[in-house]
């Protein structure tokens, strides 16, 4: 490394890594992944590894366990570098590398929107299972990147699929999504119901914030990047849920659906507030985890 080297944020410098060794001659993948997980210090270090050098190279994960000794560019290490200085500090992956899968699906994400997780794909999948009738008309409230719809649309194209949200960011990064994605769903700004045009809807499935403004897992792991907008909702967590439990049958058809994720720890609180909105037939289904993660009720 050259003294102009180590003045330009830029370049590569080995010692950034830390205490490991490797020779920065050769730029080994397999010596850079172990110095970058060394100093990465989450709960999947090498994964986190391979994931921001597979961004960078172009190349898969399984050609870095294959080849172990394929070498990278300088180039290439230094934006390697850079990606794992973001991560050290905690950002999340999904932010660093702009994008994150679902549903096999791949989404670009921002500091705009939730990250969305494996867990909300159990959403979908028990949507997918609801008996609707052809060409239903579906309504996903706050979208952030899109996910929900989307991943319904992917299965489902005749549906007619409106997806919304407040946040201007929120609802250009699902349009681009969908753009790129070629997937035909209708993005709008709104905040609820309230921005809606007047419809009715035989699915209406979000997953609101509903974290209590108290819970200390706020300050903890990924969700201290993620807007507090999608995360948090009132002293238990439930404020916007009854927002949207109260609100709801007016904008669904007789028999249409309503299909909540919460928390683990929610379900008798949510349907509770379905039964006495008048909802039928409410019951809960388990994330992949086996925790209770969403209920849904259908309407009179």
Same mark, same amino acid.
């Given at each position: 490394?050259?003294?102009?080297?180590?003045?330009?944020?830029?370049?590569?410098?080995?010692?950034?890594?830390?205490?490991?060794?490797?020779?920065?001659?050769?730029?080994?993948?397999?010596?850079?992944?172990?110095?970058?997980?060394?100093?990465?210090?989450?709960?999947?270090?090498?994964?986190?590894?391979?994931?921001?050098?597979?961004?960078?190279?172009?190349?898969?994960?399984?050609?870095?366990?294959?080849?172990?000794?394929?070498?990278?560019?300088?180039?290439?290490?230094?934006?390697?570098?850079?990606?794992?200085?973001?991560?050290?500090?905690?950002?999340?992956?999904?932010?660093?590398?702009?994008?994150?899968?679902?549903?096999?699906?791949?989404?670009?994400?921002?500091?705009?929107?939730?990250?969305?997780?494996?867990?909300?794909?159990?959403?979908?999948?028990?949507?997918?299972?609801?008996?609707?009738?052809?060409?239903?008309?579906? $309504?996903?409230? *706050?979208?952030?990147?899109?996910?929900? =719809?989307? +991943? /319904?649309? %992917?299965?489902?194209?005749?549906?007619?699929? #409106?997806?919304?949200?407040?946040?201007?960011?929120?609802?250009?990064?699902?349009?681009?999504?969908?753009?790129?994605?070629?997937?035909?769903?209708?993005?709008?700004?709104?905040?609820?119901?309230?921005?809606?045009?007047?419809?009715?809807?035989?699915?209406?499935?979000?997953?609101?914030?509903?974290?209590?403004?108290?819970?200390?897992? $706020?300050?903890? *792991?990924?969700?201290?990047?993620?807007? =507090?907008? +999608? /995360?948090? %909702?009132?002293?238990?967590?439930?404020?916007? #849920?009854?927002?949207?439990?109260?609100?709801?049958?007016?904008?669904?058809?007789?028999?249409?659906?309503?299909?909540?994720?919460?928390?683990?720890?929610?379900?008798?609180?949510?349907?509770?507030?379905?039964?006495?909105?008048?909802?039928?037939?409410?019951?809960?289904?388990?994330?992949?985890?086996?925790?209770?993660?969403?209920?849904?009720?259908?309407?009179?």
């Amino acid at each position: 490394m050259t003294a102009d080297s180590a003045d330009d944020p830029g370049a590569f410098n080995p010692g950034a890594f830390g205490p490991a060794t490797f020779d920065p001659a050769t730029l080994r993948c397999d010596d850079l992944l172990r110095a970058a997980a060394s100093r990465i210090g989450s709960d999947s270090p090498q994964l986190d590894a391979e994931l921001l050098l597979a961004q960078v190279t172009g190349w898969s994960r399984t050609r870095f366990r294959a080849f172990p000794e394929q070498q990278v560019s300088q180039v290439q290490a230094a934006a390697f570098q850079q990606l794992v200085s973001k991560r050290a500090t905690g950002e999340p992956v999904a932010y660093v590398l702009g994008q994150q899968e679902f549903w096999s699906l791949p989404l670009q994400v921002s500091a705009a929107t939730l990250i969305p997780r494996p867990d909300t794909e159990c959403v979908v999948e028990h949507a997918l299972t609801l008996d609707l009738p052809a060409q239903a008309r579906v $309504l996903d409230l *706050g979208t952030g990147t899109g996910a929900i =719809a989307l +991943a /319904l649309a %992917s299965e489902r194209p005749d549906w007619n699929i #409106i997806a919304s949200d407040l946040i201007d960011d929120a609802v250009a990064l699902a349009q681009s999504n969908a753009a790129a994605l070629n997937l035909s769903i209708q993005v709008v700004k709104s905040h609820w119901f309230d921005q809606l045009a007047a419809l009715c809807f035989d699915l209406i499935v979000s997953n609101p914030p509903y974290i209590a403004s108290t819970d200390h897992h $706020l300050s903890e *792991g990924d969700v201290r990047f993620e807007p =507090a907008s +999608a /995360l948090v %909702s009132g002293a238990d967590g439930l404020d916007d #849920i009854r927002h949207i439990v109260a609100a709801a049958p007016s904008w669904l058809n007789a028999g249409g659906w309503l299909l909540l994720e919460h928390g683990y720890d929610q379900t008798q609180a949510v349907q509770a507030l379905l039964q006495q909105q008048g909802f039928d037939q409410v019951h809960s289904r388990q994330d992949y985890g086996r925790n209770d993660r969403m209920t849904l009720g259908q309407a009179r």
